[in-house]
């Protein structure tokens, strides 16, 4: 009973997090920034250079090296790095304003008590 319960647990947290990584892809899409212009023209730019990677940005297969294991692999850990980053940027996002809220108090309290020694 515990194993099931620390394993709902578990899941529970993972649909949080992947719930705020799907959050924050709705927001960057409303928001127009899923991806800048200078970022589209380097893309471009790596494309026209051939290899793997310009298989990738075009969207076809421009380097007979790439097959489709390996796209998958490398889309697989692309979309990793991409939720641990998301991940790592709204958690760091919820620290500052934990940090701002914290100074606020203090700033307050501080306020507080050079006016009652006033």
């Not at 991409?82 to 940090?99: A, P, Q």
């Amino acid at each position: 009973m515990e194993f099931f319960e620390g394993h709902v647990h578990q899941l529970t947290e993972e649909i949080k997090r992947k719930t705020k990584i799907i959050q924050s892809y709705i927001l960057r899409e409303e928001a127009g920034t899923l991806s800048p212009a200078v970022m589209d023209a380097v893309k471009v730019q790596r494309a026209r250079k051939g290899g793997i990677m310009a298989s990738v940005f075009s969207s076809r297969q421009v380097d007979g090296a790439l097959t489709l294991d390996l796209a998958l692999k490398i889309s697989s850990k692309m979309q990793a790095v991409l939720e641990d980053t998301l991940l790592k940027n709204m958690t760091l996002k919820e620290n500052m304003e934990t940090l701002a809220n914290e100074i606020d108090r203090l700033s307050r309290l501080l306020r507080q008590k050079n006016s009652r020694h006033v």
